[in-house]
């Protein structure tokens, strides 16, 4: 076991926990952060996405002992004095969302694109949203809610 | 659970109601809810039906069922025992409740899914919630809306029939004056039990119901606040995790569980064929069930090899058949047009992203548990079996989950959950991992069907035979007018555990029959489209089918061996659906791409727009894999890709262009649609593929990277 200072949502979290735990596990079940969301626990799904510095990481296969001081990012940090981000905005004026539990990480996966390719193309979004599976089959809307967030208006 | 079979429950019938005294329960309900007023029915019509049918004698809990409150503040809470899985109904309810009650939907709060506070109710599924309960809770509130006016009309002395109802408030005109229903409700304990049927407000007049408000809670979901049944916590919980058989029907021969309990925190439950752990955190707990030394005999069982043919010996007539009239073998022997062709589809998984997951609390000999499930009630009775307990002691609430598609009928992550709590004398999560939800969850069933069907050389069909093996009856009955009919599904010894799936054997039935009609088109040298509707008399599913044509173009291009079109549709639990779908192949890569779909759907008078579209997409997108790639691969006891890196699940990529034409049939009553939309895809695409290429493909899935063993290598991929 070990004690980790991990810097999450502008605060400084402490957790005493083995080091190969994952991130995910640290998250929801040392830290009550339950937004993010077990999917797969191999990458494979994008439930568990978080930023890590800013880019969309599978907290499932992090185990939290490399974290270090990275600023983690989780859903529940994008909300900020009441105002949505713009791509949260988007899903809700899109209505991107079924049983909305792949939500949380394909939000922080758009926020994470759009950081580095604030105009993405739909082969772009495509390409680099993949990863994250959303069982009920939003995928429409969810692409229009990308291009929504990164060009101000649905297209 | 069942092979797949269909509930076949009646449909929602109004009665007259009488007024029975209030029980002592209802009153600690107010109670509880403070002052106001509770609509009651007495012996709800649907739910005794549904309680009837296919839980033979299942008494309900209570002789009356409190539906609605409206409290001081005029907020309403609204009691219902379906659950909210991503279809939308937690919204499309609260609309159809605002308009009868005549209420902004913000004053609406819908309590679901908890067995203390809601009203017995069967289960989510068979697309019954917007048929059933929609009516049941529209009833309530213009019967409250009602009593208001009443209640006003007694204060001010006046006729009721003088006054309106509107925006909350009840209102005499000619004077302007109103109170709110807060007023006519604040601090009293009122108990409206409904006596007589109301008039409800017709969908053409509807101003809440029938328009796209948003999801009303979509804000808890992008900014992670909702909690899911995984996401539950309680104090002092801890997280357990089960040991599971290295196959299915195995018997645990030794455990050494010396390595596990020097863990820290570890306890460990055996309880019969059971064992288990408990920790402080789910991550020790998983290590703690990883180090126990278990052998397991595990017996040599069927694998995809001998599927099919497994399913056709041990198959039985079952009830007889659906339907049988004309002389079918003399139609078949004796008609210009013969078509036989054998299908089969391979189990598939539900795969819902969340897997299931319960936390479970004792409290003495009171059991609460949350639990994803699309039945509460079922899986309170379950417990109640499990730890012989009366069904009052058991406490199931379901927090909007993260979906089932039909995969969450039943309490196995609950009765585990509670099991370990109880050894440990402690709250206990249990999330079940994904390799877990694939392997001892249940599957779609696989299936095989055989169709025989005939024409005259017009195109006139004649005979038409349907044996379904295995995978079910619904949707089994050709909607085409067939003089001659032999129609029948054969239950079988299913290899693995199966059960209801969305649509049931709907998907399979109407991919079999529209794939069947394709090549009979083709063989009668006729329009696929034109061969529908010259055999086809149904009005709606004609006008499915002729609205998927327009709006696809269907007719305007021909096919080319790099790209097909194809046609498909059917009816099902009051829904109705057509499709065009566009392929495109690369005959170089032997490789087949879904470019672009066109559906139309129809089910009656639609409540909410912009969710029944996106229940459609939905569909679609789902039915992309089970006809092109998903499959269980399954050998000895053991599923063989239990994982999303093997199981493949559609994704981004994988999503043609989409094009949904909504039906709006305001003048009949409204259906559900979480169902029925998943049909008409796959068909659409196997007749696309034919047309591109001149294969028939009779298989589901379709184009998998490698086939499944004993299954013929697939002529393309996707």
Known sequence: ?155 | MSSGADPELEPFQEERWRLLALPLDRRDFLRFFGGGLLVCLAHPPAVAQESGRSFGGHLLPRDIAAWLHIDAASQVRVFTGKVEVGQNIRTSLAQLVAEELRVPIGCITMVMGDTALTPYDMGTFGSRSTPTMGPQLRTMAAAARQALIEAAAARWQLNAASLTADAGKVTDPRTARSFTYGELTGGQDLVHVVSDSETLTPAADWKIAGTSIPKTDGRDFVTGRHQYPSDIVRPNMLFGAVLRPTGYNATLISLDSSAAEKLSGVRLVRDGGFVGVVAPDAFTAQRAVSDLRAQWNVPAQPSNRELFQLLKDSSDPGDGPQSASGSVEQELATAPIRVDQQYTVQYIAHAPLEPRAAVAEWNGSSLTVWTGTQRPFGVRDELAQAFHLAADQVHVLQPDMGSGYGGKHTGEAAIEAARLARAAGKPVKLVWTRGEEFTWAYFRPAGVIEIRAAAQSDGTLVAWEHHNYNSGSAAIATPYVIPAQLVHYHPARSPLRQGSYRSLAAAANVFARESHMDALAHAASLNPLDFRLKNLADPRLRAVFQAAGEAFGWGRENSTPARGFGIAGGTDKGGYTAACAEVAIDPAAHSVRIVRVVQAWESGAIVNPDGLRNQIVGAIVQAIGGALFEQILFADGRVLNPRFAQYRVPRFSDVPQIEVVLIDRKDLPSAGAGETGIVALAPAVANALFAATGVRIPVLPMAPRAPAPGAPAPPLRS
């Open chain 1, 1 to 155: 076991m070990g004690e980790f200072v991990l810097h999450i949502n502008g605060s400084h979290l402490s957790v005493t926990a083995a080091p190969e735990e994952s991130l995910l596990s640290v998250l929801r079940d040392h830290l009550k952060l339950t937004g993010t969301h077990y999917g797969c626990g191999e990458g494979q799904c994008g439930a568990c996405t978080v930023l890590l510095d800013g880019v969309a990481a599978r907290s499932c296969l992090m185990p939290v002992g490399d974290v270090g001081g990275a600023h983690i990012v989780t859903i529940e940090g994008l909300e900020q004095n009441g105002r949505l981000t713009p791509v949260q905005q988007a899903f809700l004026d899109e209505g991107a969302l079924q049983c909305g539990y792949c939500t949380s990480g394909m939000i922080l996966s758009a926020v994470s694109l759009l950081r580095q390719t604030p105009h993405p193309t739909d082969q772009q979004i495509v390409a680099s949203m993949n990863g994250n599976v959303c069982r009920c089959g939003t995928y429409p809307r969810i692409l229009a809610a990308i291009r929504r967030a990164a060009h101000g208006v649905s297209q």
